[in-house]
C-alpha cells in the first residue's frame, strides 16, 4: 500500500543562536503545530505545541501575540489577585 492517509507538510523555522546544524520545523495538525527539532533527520525531537485556534505565526507565540477578550483578561487578572492573597494567607499560616 503505498497511499497516505495524510501527508504532513513541513515548514522550516529560523534557528538564532544555535549550531547552524540545528533545524527545526513545524507541520500543522489538529488542535495545534507538531515541531521537530535537531542535527540530524535520524535523531530530531518531536513536540505538540497546542494552538486550536492556529494562532502562531512561526516567529513568535508570546503572550502579546494572542488577543483575548476584555472579559477574559478581566477574569484572569482577578484569578491572580485571588492567588496572591492565598499565598499571604498561607504565609500568615506559617
Known amino acids: 500500500m503505498t497511499e497516505f492517509a495524510f501527508s504532513l507538510e513541513w515548514e522550516r523555522l529560523g534557528n538564532e543562536g544555535s549550531d547552524p546544524a540545528l533545524v527545526t520545523e513545524r507541520a500543522r495538525v489538529f488542535g495545534g503545530w507538531l515541531v521537530r527539532s535537531g542535527t540530524s533527520p535520524a535523531a530530531m525531537a518531536l513536540a505538540f505545541v497546542p494552538d486550536p485556534e492556529g494562532r502562531w505565526d512561526g516567529e513568535d ?6 488577543e483575548y ?9 482577578d484569578d ?3 492567588e496572591d492573597l492565598d499565598e499571604e494567607e498561607e504565609d500568615e499560616d506559617e
Not at 507565540?61 to 494572542?66: N, S, T
Open 69 to 77: 477578550d476584555e472579559d477574559e483578561e478581566e477574569e484572569d487578572e
Open 61 to 66: 507565540f508570546g503572550e502579546d501575540d494572542y
Open 80 to 82: 491572580l489577585d485571588d
